[in-house]
């Protein structure tokens, strides 16, 4: 389909429902009627009210044409297992641009299998010479050992029968994109279709976006709004949201650091780099070769809500960012402390247990126990770290 429906809405669904007929007309898929095609594109008006959102990896889908109930083949009945009326979709076009740690759906992801699983039955039988030839083959493989031998007739129609255009229609555009090798693509919106040639179209139900509530997301870990560590029987707790990042001085240059880019120079806990990173981990920097060490920390100024994006780049692993001590580590201490968050992302003065620190006199240090994400690799920063909160973290591909 090679139209953009912008401007009038009204005009972009009418002409999207009469191509849809004509389409189906064309190859006598025609099932449904002019009400049936009202009744789908008013429940999609219902459900999502124009709001101008972006599908992400793993929004929900289904289609006008698919269904659950069984449905006869050639000679043979189909049937569809619960669910598969619902599709998830998954983005793999673009890598570049993210909502938090999910990626934007663009209109290129419509490949079948690959981006789009198929649905369970569809109301369309097979009446072009290709399709039921394809049932035909099917019923024919049939073995004579059930349960296993009738899979094939378990799973719907719809895998056979899918033919998908070669891009998703935004029938309301708000002008949001991407560049995939250098080529300008849409992403897709809630006011979109993917038409199938067989017959029917494919439309969101949600857009698969997972809210950061109650913390800022990090991959698949979620920093809450404040953690508590115990030290020696004492109870402590942190506020990592607010009080997110420090000076590190010490060791580290005079003044304020940055990349030739322009880049703060910072250290991070290793699974901010890598979400896998294993706590048995040496902590050396060829463990973190091939992970991006580019990120993006977005705050807000806590008096105005002000959002301030700062780029850095991560030159140095928190190696006090383990979550348990004495557990592994050589030098023991005498202190036994624990914070009440997984390791890696936050510094709480335990060193990991096969770091080099964990064998001297700072396998553990109370006063490197403070619950921040972000140390700057210098003796300076050029603004004030406590007038803001942190809201995200976005690691740059």
């Known amino acids: 389909m090679a139209g953009r ?21 064309e190859t006598k898929q025609l099932e449904l009627t002019e009400a049936e095609l009202d009744k789908a594109w008013n429940e999609r008006i219902k459900q999502n009210q124009f709001l101008p959102e972006y599908l992400v990896d793993g929004a929900l889908l289904t289609c006008t044409n698919c269904t659950t109930e069984q449905v006869l083949g050639i000679k043979e009945t189909f049937s569809a297992p619960p669910g598969s009326d619902r599709s998830r979709l998954n983005v793999t076009r673009n890598t570049i641009s993210r909502a938090g740690i999910q990626y934007f759906a663009t209109v290129k992801e419509c490949e079948r299998f690959v981006n789009i699983r198929p649905f369970g039955n569809c109301k369309s039988r097979a009446d072009r010479d290709f399709e039921e030839a394809k ?44 560049y995939i090798d250098g080529e300008r693509v849409d992403k897709i919106t809630m006011e979109a279709v993917l038409f199938c040639k067989h017959g029917g179209f494919i439309y969101p139900v949600d857009s698969g976006f997972i809210p950061h509530v109650g913390g800022v997301r990090v991959w698949d870990s979620i920093i809450p709004e404040e953690v508590v560590a115990t030290v020696n029987g004492v109870t402590y707790t942190f506020y990592p949201l607010d009080n997110w990042g420090g000076v590190g001085g010490g060791k580290y240059p005079p003044g304020v650091q940055r990349d030739a880019e322009g880049r703060y120079k910072i250290a991070v806990g290793p699974k901010i780099l890598n979400p896998a990173y294993p706590d048995n981990g040496l902590l050396w920097g ?60 936050l510094q709480t003065g335990i060193a990991y247990p096969e770091s080099s620190n964990a064998s001297q006199n700072m396998a553990f240090s109370q006063s490197h126990m403070n619950g921040t994400i972000v140390e700057f690799c210098g003796h300076a920063v050029d603004f004030d770290l406590s007038e803001y909160r942190l809201n995200d973290i976005i690691i740059v591909d």
Not at 8 to 16: D, F, L
């Open 135 to 178: 049932i035909k083959q099917v019923e024919e493989n049939l073995g004579s050992n059930p349960p296993e031998s009738l899979a094939p007739i378990k799973t719907g129609t719809c895998q056979y029968l899918m033919n998908l255009e070669d891009e998703w229609e935004n029938l309301k555009s708000y002008g949001e994109y991407v």
């Open 5 to 25: 429906y912008e401007g009038n809405y009204s005009q972009g669904t009418e002409r999207a429902k009469e191509e849809a007929r004509q389409a189906a007309a």
């Open 286 to 345: 060829s463990d973190f070769e091939g992970f991006s060490d580019k990120i993006d920390i977005v705050l807000s100024n806590k008096q105005t809500d002000e959002v301030k994006i700062i780029e850095c780049v991560v030159v140095d692993i928190k190696a006090h960012s383990y979550n348990s001590y004495p557990d592994g580590q050589s030098y023991i201490t005498g202190d036994i402390a624990r914070m009440d968050f997984e390791s890696g992302l």
